[in-house]
Nanobody
Framework: QVQLVESGGGLVQAGGSLRLSCAAS????????MGWYRQAPGKQRELVAK?????STNYADSVKGRFTISGPKNTVFLQMDSLKPEDTAVYYC??????????????WGQGTQVTVSS
C-alpha cells in the first residue's frame, strides 16, 4: 500500500504563484511516474502534469509555460506561476506504482483545493 500526502493548496490572486507537494510513503517498490490531476466543479478530472522516473514530463496545453513539475524522488512538486481563475480546482496527486509482486496500479491523494481569484 502506498499513501500520498499533498500540501500547498490555498487561495491566491490571479497572477500569483503556489507550490504543491506530494509525498509518497508506505510499501514503495518501484514508482514509474507521478503526476498531478485537477477537477473543477462540473468538469471531468484532467491531467495537469506528470513526470516519469526517467525525468520525462508531460503537461496539459493550458498550463504549458506556467507550471513546472519536478521529481519524482518519492516526492513530486508542482510549481504554479501566473495563475489564472480557470486554474481553480481540486488538485490530486497520482502515483503509478509497481509492487514487488509485479502488480501495477495507481494511487490517489485526497486532493488539495486551489482557488484563484480575479
Amino acid at each position: 500500500q502506498v499513501q500520498l500526502v499533498e500540501s500547498g493548496g490555498g487561495l491566491v490572486q490571479a497572477g500569483g504563484s503556489l507550490r504543491l507537494s506530494c509525498a509518497a510513503s508506505g510499501s514503495i517498490f518501484s514508482i514509474n511516474a507521478m503526476g498531478w490531476y485537477r477537477q473543477a466543479p462540473g468538469k471531468q478530472r484532467e491531467l495537469v502534469a506528470k513526470i516519469t522516473t526517467g525525468g520525462s514530463t508531460n503537461y496539459a496545453d493550458s498550463v504549458k509555460g506556467r507550471f513546472t513539475i519536478s521529481g519524482p524522488k518519492n516526492t513530486v512538486f508542482l510549481q504554479m506561476d501566473s495563475l489564472k481563475p480557470e486554474d481553480t480546482a481540486v488538485y490530486y496527486c497520482n502515483v503509478d506504482h509497481t509492487a514487488r509482486s509485479g502488480y501495477r496500479r495507481t494511487y490517489w491523494g485526497q486532493g488539495t483545493q486551489v482557488t484563484v481569484s480575479s
